[in-house]
């Protein structure tokens, strides 16, 4: 008999991190995966990413959940669509886990309804301590979870003391590092065809979101990360759209008037395999997003972290952090593209998330949970 298992993504940024894991079970002769689809990813306004899942995979439902407004009240009625619309779902479905990543409100819903619904619930990156209302998520993902998958020892003492059963959490690696240790990104030959980058002059990727605990201010920031990024003119700067949390949309706008400068290219999504293929050969990352907290790292590559959004996370010696003060920011810049010192250290530091078989662990840890012997039909 096949175990049903269901995996809920809601942006790109997810259902990247787990593409390893969701193949890994598609192709397990005693698993049958399942996948809902919700939130970023049914919206065209953040590039309807939905249909990058179904050029691998069969979608079993789509639950559309996200508001078009741009405020905190707007986020909790989308979690509330989001939490019946999941109910539904997995009412039809009704599989045997239910696995959930990250931190975000369709995460949460998730392992709720799973839990009413009498589910088991896997949690993947729970433990991680960021410094903002994601947290707190995070937190409440933990505490409706059975199983939980984690990054690294500080945040297995973190699940842990948040109550979990120490035998039901296992350290396995962040997923995001998978794709980077196969190798499995663009190579650089089609990274400058796709993206007509110029591999003789600094590239400067820009990926900031808003912050929950910044509330108000997500606008103003925007515009001093934008004008900061602006002072480098011989470099290519390439941006991708914040998030779809309060105040994102406004951010947009903002970032969508920098388009007049021809060294200022802006794109709504960007596909993994594409975004690691110019992390690789990119000179520095700036912004606030956790890809220059965790992948960044594995490419040795700099990054400059902004404000408080990733504070509490663990980080290699490739992280310059900053407040969002524009001196501040340009000279980080500066450094991570001048400094020789600081380049050779980045290059060789050492992530603390693993060693990039994220997926392997996952499955032999599944096949035990399900008590499922090496060699037995399904």
Do not use: W
């Not at 009704?94 to 819903?109: K, N």
């Not at 032999?364 to 399904?378: A, D, N, Q, T, V």
Request: glycine fraction near 8%.
């Amino acid at each position: 008999m096949k175990r049903k298992i269901l995996y809920i993504s809601g942006t790109r940024a997810d259902y990247g991190r787990a593409y390893y894991i969701l193949k890994s079970i598609q192709k397990h002769p005693y698993f049958d995966l399942y996948i809902i689809a919700t939130c970023m990813h049914l919206s065209p306004e953040f590039g309807y990413t939905v249909q990058e899942i179904e050029k691998h995979f069969q979608i079993a439902e789509k639950v559309d959940m996200l508001l078009s407004n741009d405020n905190r009240g707007a986020m909790a009625k989308s979690f509330g669509i989001g939490l019946i619309g999941i109910t539904q779902s997995l009412e039809k479905i009704m599989p045997d886990l239910v696995i959930v990543l990250g931190d975000r409100g369709e995460m949460l819903a998730g392992a709720i309804a799973s839990k009413h619904l009498g589910i088991p619930v896997a949690h993947i990156g729970g433990g991680h301590i960021s410094g903002s209302i994601d947290d707190r998520i995070r937190d409440a993902i933990t505490i409706f979870s059975d199983l939980h998958f984690v990054a690294t020892k500080k945040g297995a003492k973190r699940v842990i003391s948040l109550g979990a059963n120490p035998s039901n959490v296992y350290i396995v690696g962040a997923p995001d590092l998978e794709a980077i240790t196969k190798s499995d990104f663009l190579k650089p030959e089609e990274v400058v065809q796709q993206f007509k980058v110029d591999l003789t002059k600094p590239l400067i990727m820009l990926s900031y979101h808003p912050s929950l605990d910044e509330h108000g201010e997500n606008e103003v920031e925007m515009k001093i990360v934008c004008e900061s990024v602006l002072e480098f003119k011989n470099a290519q700067i390439i941006a991708t759209y914040p998030n779809a949390d309060a105040g994102g949309r406004k951010m947009i706008e903002i970032l969508k008037s920098y388009t007049k400068y021809p060294y200022i290219r802006i794109y709504k999504h960007i596909p993994y395999r594409a975004y690691l293929g110019l992390m690789n050969i990119a000179s520095v990352i700036v912004g606030n997003s956790s890809a220059g907290i965790i992948e960044a790292a594995s490419f040795g590559l700099p990054a400059v972290n902004i404000g408080d959004r990733q504070k509490g996370r663990e980080r290699a010696k490739n992280t310059i952090d900053v407040k969002c003060d524009k001196k501040e920011i340009v000279a980080a810049i500066t450094m991570a593209l001048s400094n020789k010192e600081f380049k050779k250290e980045a290059k060789v530091c050492k992530s603390p998330y693993g060693d990039g078989r994220t997926s392997e662990h996952v499955i032999e840890i599944l096949e035990r949970y399900f008590s499922i012997r090496k060699g037995e039909k399904s």
